[in-house]
T-cell receptor
Framework: GAVVSQHPSRVICKSGTSVKIECRSL??????MFWYRQFPKQSLMLMAT?????????EQGVEKDKFLINHASLTLSTLTVTSAHPEDSSFYIC????????????FGPGTRLTVL | DAKTTQPTSMDCAEGRAANLPCNHS???????VYWYRQIHSQGPQYIIH???NNETNEMASLIITEDRKSSTLILPHATLRDTAVYYC???????????FGGGTRLMVKP
């Protein structure tokens, strides 16, 4: 199956700092990537849809100025959490689907963000 | 909101078949049924998907009712490593977002 990677897998930062999370499709090209977050004991919640070469589409309640998304190529999307606060501590997961493949999406392993 | 309803949890004996049901009575004609699973602290893993016909792959089988209002994921010989939360999702094809519900927490016991 297709492989999606995320970096870093785990990050701890101080309140007020910014954190960048990378999502890469390793063996396929993805026009669209999705960013989710998951709080403890909850399901995944879609944050935004990232399209290569255009602005991301954010879900209601997700601040676009706080969660900056860049999708500069068909294999890389980045999520930057700006001025992170403890309430941003969560598990961030990306997914991608083949540009010219099947209908299934493939998920990254997730990034655990802890803001102190 | 998720368009699917799943039992919150299920148990299964190791080596037996695990049958996980899902109701999706408002599914649209262009929507697929997807199954994913999430093992603790990992990203979701794709299992299988189908539109109308039953499907089988090396991981599982998917049985979709004729009216498409419900489906069952079958893990033919459950192992301890199949313990996970299983999500049933209905969504259009490639490039469309997936809306996750609560899923079913499957516990495979020795």
């Amino acid at each position: 199956g297709a492989v999606v990677s995320q970096h870093p897998s785990r990050v701890i930062c101080k309140s007020g700092t910014s954190v960048k999370i990378e999502c890469r499709s390793l063996d396929f090209q993805a026009t669209t990537m999705f960013w989710y977050r998951q709080f403890p004991k909850q399901s995944l919640m879609l944050m935004a849809t990232s399209n290569e070469g255009s602005k991301a589409t954010y879900e209601q309640g997700v601040e676009k100025d706080k969660f900056l998304i860049n999708h500069a190529s068909l294999t890389l999307s980045t999520l930057t959490v700006t001025s992170a606060h403890p309430e941003d501590s969560s598990f961030y997961i990306c997914s991608a689907s083949h540009l010219a493949g099947g209908v299934e999406q493939f998920f990254g392993p997730g990034t655990r963000l802890t803001v102190l | 909101d998720a368009k699917t309803t799943q039992p919150t949890s299920m148990d299964c004996a190791e080596g037996r078949a695990a049958n996980l049901p899902c109701n999706h009575s408002t599914i649209s004609g262009n929507e697929y049924v997807y199954w994913y699973r999430q093992i603790h602290s990992q990203g979701p893993q794709y299992i299988i998907h189908g539109l109308k016909n039953n499907e089988t792959n090396e991981m599982a089988s998917l049985i979709i009712t004729e009216d498409r209002k419900s489906s069952t994921l079958i893990l033919p010989h459950a192992t301890l490593r199949d313990t996970a939360v299983y999500y049933c999702i209905v969504a259009p094809g490639a490039g469309n977002m997936l809306t996750f519900g609560g899923g079913t927490r499957l516990m495979v016991k020795p």
